[in-house]
């Protein structure tokens, strides 16, 4: 089946800084999702993306399907931002996550 | 706007017993989804169902049952509970199989 890859697994930053996440992905995909998994276990959708480019306030997040991967960007970290990102393809009409980046962002 | 929710969203039950966790959506969306959580794993899909009546099985589906007699809840049952079940499960709808996929908040269940 699909593999789904994600990079770096830990990311520490200091509040301000700017940071890219990688998600790689081993097959042709239907769609693509971004997720915020907070300090509280709580799963917050950040992205639907199958292609291009979206952007919400200080993230953005690109998907370039043909060439299997999608890169989300966080500007301006600050400490709420802390918590594990979550990259899911799907693969015909199930969703496979990767493992997660783990972020830290401190004052 | 309840959207999905899970219950209870914490359990603690012995080894070997019957334990059913519930799940339901207010969206009607027609696909829905059980995912369980374990450090070193990231999220793995359980079973997944497509529409009422019909499921399916994800990647761990061995020693959970899932039902789906109405399109809104998807309860996920372990029969015969182990330790090795210990996890967060989450819950999850979508309005198509390739559809936004909305997570629920989790259901924190031990196994003793």
């Known amino acids: 089946g699909i593999q789904v890859e994600q990079s770096p697994p830990d990311l520490i930053l200091q509040e301000g800084a700017n940071s890219t996440l990688r998600c790689n992905f081993s097959d042709s995909v239907n769609n693509l999702q971004w997720f915020h998994q907070n300090p509280w276990g709580q799963l917050i959708n950040l992205f639907y993306i199958p292609s291009g480019t979206k952007q919400n306030g200080r993230l953005s997040a690109t998907t370039v399907a043909t060439e299997r991967y999608s890169l989300l960007y966080i500007s301006s970290s600050q400490t709420t931002d802390s918590g594990v990102y979550f990259c899911?393809?799907?693969?015909?009409?199930?969703?496979?996550f990767g493992t997660g980046t783990r972020l830290q962002v401190f004052p | 706007d309840a959207g999905i929710t899970q219950s209870p969203r914490y359990k603690i039950t012995e080894t070997g017993r019957q334990v059913t966790l519930m799940c339901h959506q207010t969206?009607?969306?027609?696909?829905m989804f059980w995912y369980r959580q374990d450090l070193g794993h990231g999220l793995r899909l359980i079973y997944y169902?497509?529409?009422?009546?019909?499921?399916d099985k994800g990647e761990v589906p061995d020693g959970y049952v899932v039902s789906r007699s109405k399109t809104e809840n998807f309860p996920l049952t372990l029969e015969s509970a182990t330790r090795s079940q210990t996890s967060v499960y989450f819950c999850?709808?979508?309005?198509?199989?390739?559809?936004?996929?909305?997570f629920g908040e989790g259901s924190r269940l031990t196994v003793l």
């Open positions: 969206w009607s969306h027609s696909y």
């Open positions: 169902s497509a529409a009422a009546d019909i499921t």
């Open positions: 999850a709808s979508s309005a198509g199989g390739t559809g936004e996929l909305f």
């Open positions: 899911a393809a799907y693969n015909t009409d199930k969703l496979i």
